[in-house]
C-alpha cells in the first residue's frame, strides 16, 4: 500500500450496491490511474468477486470473521475473501463494533491469508489500544461525525493529533470529510490517509469527488 491513501466506503448504500459497485470501483481506479494517487474501494462482501474480477487497484471488503474452514453459517471466512480477490479488510467500524478479543482473533487470521487490516477506532485511547494489537492501518472515526456535514479535523483536531502521538502504524482519518480543505487538515495533523463514504458515494458526480480529495495528497 502506498500512502497517502483515500478509502471509499461503498456501505450499503444502493448507489454501491451490485452493478452500481462495479462503476463506483471503476471510477476509484480511473481516477487512481489519472491523477497517480492511491484510491481503495471498500466494498459490501457480497460484491467482492464481481468488483475484483473488473478493477486491479487493491479491494478491500467491510467485515471478516475470526473463523476458519467448518461449520460456521453466516460468518464471512478469510480464505473465502483472498480467494475471491479481496487485499484487505476493515475490522470495528462504528457500524459493526466488535470486542477486542474478536479483533485480535480476525487479525490473526488475516495474517494467516496475507490480508491487510485496517482497524477503526473511535478515540485516541481505543486508537493506542488497537495500534499494541498490531495491524497494517489504525483509522480514527469519532462516529459522532460520521455522515455529517463537520468533519472531524476542523471540529475536533487534537483527536487526530493525540491518535498520532500514540498510533505506529499508518493512520487514517475519517468521519464528516467531504471537502479538499478537510483532507488537507487532516494530513497536516499527521493522518496517512482518508476514509470516506457518503461524501462520494452520495455526490452527484462521485469521479470528481474523488479527485477533489485526492487532491491535497
Known amino acids: 500500500m502506498n500512502f497517502p491513501v483515500l478509502?471509499?466506503?461503498?456501505?450499503?448504500?444502493?448507489?454501491?450496491?451490485g452493478e452500481k459497485a462495479v462503476e463506483l470501483a471503476r471510477i476509484c481506479q480511473n481516477v487512481s490511474r489519472q491523477t497517480n494517487k492511491q484510491v481503495v474501494p471498500v466494498v459490501q462482501v457480497s460484491d467482492l468477486y464481481r468488483v475484483s474480477k473488473t478493477v486491479d487497484i487493491p479491494v478491500y471488503v467491510q467485515r471478516v470473521d475470526p473463523v476458519t474452514y467448518g461449520?460456521?453459517?453466516?460468518?464471512?471466512?478469510?480464505?473465502?475473501?483472498?480467494?475471491?480477490?479481496a487485499s484487505g479488510v476493515v475490522i470495528n467500524h462504528s457500524?459493526?463494533?466488535?470486542?477486542?478479543?474478536?479483533?485480535?482473533r480476525c487479525l490473526e487470521r488475516c495474517r494467516d491469508q496475507k490480508l491487510e487490516a485496517?482497524?477503526?477506532?473511535?478515540?485516541?485511547?481505543?486508537?493506542?489500544?488497537?495500534?499494541?494489537?498490531?495491524?497494517?492501518?489504525?483509522?480514527?472515526?469519532?462516529?459522532?461525525?460520521?455522515?455529517?456535514?463537520?468533519?472531524?479535523?476542523?471540529?475536533k483536531p487534537k483527536i487526530i493529533t493525540r491518535s498520532r502521538k500514540k498510533v505506529s502504524q499508518p493512520l487514517i482519518c475519517g468521519a464528516g470529510i467531504r471537502k479538499?480543505?478537510?483532507?488537507?487538515?487532516?494530513?497536516?495533523?499527521?493522518?496517512?490517509?482518508?476514509?470516506?463514504?457518503?461524501?462520494?458515494v452520495k455526490t452527484e458526480d462521485p469521479e470528481n469527488s474523488i479527485k477533489k480529495l485526492v487532491s491535497p495528497f
Do not use: H, W
Request: aromatic fraction near 6%; include cysteine.
Open 7 to 17: 478509502f471509499v466506503n461503498f456501505k450499503t448504500y444502493r448507489e454501491a450496491t
Open 95 to 104: 457500524e459493526d463494533r466488535r470486542t477486542d478479543d474478536v479483533v485480535r
Open 180 to 200: 479538499k480543505e478537510d483532507v488537507q487538515k487532516a494530513i497536516d495533523l499527521g493522518a496517512d490517509g482518508i476514509f470516506v463514504a457518503s461524501g462520494v
Open 71 to 85: 461449520s460456521n453459517t453466516g460468518s464471512v471466512l478469510p480464505e473465502g475473501l483472498k480467494q475471491n480477490g
Open 118 to 155: 485496517m482497524v477503526c477506532a473511535k478515540n485516541p485511547s481505543e486508537a493506542e489500544s488497537i495500534s499494541s494489537m498490531n495491524p497494517d492501518i489504525v483509522a480514527i472515526e469519532p462516529p459522532e461525525f460520521i455522515g455529517g456535514d463537520i468533519s472531524v479535523s476542523n471540529a
